[in-house]
């Protein structure tokens, strides 16, 4: 196989006090399908290196396999849409697997829950049309607004918090967990629950920004979602796609604008919706 990048670079608007061009190095992610005797197992969101120790450990610790040596072959391949991790085991290895296969989601942070396909893996995003529009320093303050509403994080210093901010009514709903999926799938729910719109406020992340939580986000019809944390490459490209407003490395001096950016004004004015 030929090596697939675990890094490139994105070439990115900074604001801090005024908008500049700059480019910062981004982690790749890659949709890694562990396949045993041709049969799908799990597909993982993971770095695409050092793959072949990733497809022995996994084994390993889900204790599909016992000793390495149950592994007959494994073979790293490059699909259109993926890496396929395929591996043989032996015959009582492949029995004992059989008798038990079932569907896994992976560790939080990398896996998908509930998906076994390259195929929906990297299906297309939704795609968000929403015009609703903020000036730097606005969200710049809203930013600044939600460590103290981070309960559970103050008391753990351990979970991640999704919000969603809403310029109409100055509101802000926060769902914490100790996976960032799981706290984005709660703030989904809260903000369906309440009635509100995605298209009506601003996504705000704690973590890094991977794939799916831009899948997610589109799902929901939000235009903006601001993280703290830096994104993969691949999200920044499923961010474009979906016509999402992508802003991360959020700190107390500003942040980046990696996709979509006219929906920043550089300009001091109140939060507001066009169109």
């Not at 049969?39 to 497809?55: H, R, W």
Request: with cysteine; aromatic share 4%; charged share 20%.
């Amino acid at each position: 196989m030929s090596s697939l990048p675990s890094a490139v670079v994105a070439h990115v608007t900074v604001w801090r006090g005024d908008m500049s061009a700059a480019s910062r190095v981004l982690p790749e992610e890659t949709a890694v399908v562990l396949t045993y005797d041709r049969v799908s197992f799990a597909v993982m969101m993971a770095t695409p290196a050092n793959l072949e120790d990733f497809a022995l450990g996994f084994s390993l610790t889900e204790r599909i396999i016992e000793t390495p040596s149950d592994i007959t072959s494994l073979e790293i391949v490059i699909l259109p849409d993926g890496i396929d991790c395929r591996m043989s085991l032996t015959p009582l290895r492949r029995d004992a697997l059989e008798a038990r296969r079932r569907h896994i989601a992976g560790p939080a942070g990398c896996g998908l829950c509930g998906i076994d396909r390259l195929a929906e893996a990297v299906r297309p995003p939704a795609q968000v049309a929403a015009c609703l529009r903020i000036s730097a320093i606005d969200l710049s303050v809203v930013l600044a607004r939600l460590p103290a509403l981070q309960v559970l994080n103050r008391q753990t210093r351990a979970v991640h918090a999704a919000a969603f901010f809403t310029p109409v009514g100055d509101r802000m709903l926060v769902r914490e967990d100790v996976g960032r999926h799981n706290a984005l799938d709660k703030l989904v729910g809260a903000v369906t629950r309440e009635g509100l719109k995605g298209d009506q406020g601003i996504v705000i992340m704690t973590s890094r920004v991977s794939i799916e939580l831009i899948q997610k986000t589109a799902a929901l019809g939000a235009g903006i979602l601001a993280a703290v944390s830096v994104p993969t490459a691949r999200a920044v490209q499923e961010a474009e796609r979906a016509g999402i407003t992508l802003i991360a490395v959020a700190r107390d001096d500003g942040f980046e604008i990696f996709s979509h950016p006219k929906r920043i004004i550089e300009a001091c004015a109140p939060c507001r919706s066009t169109g």
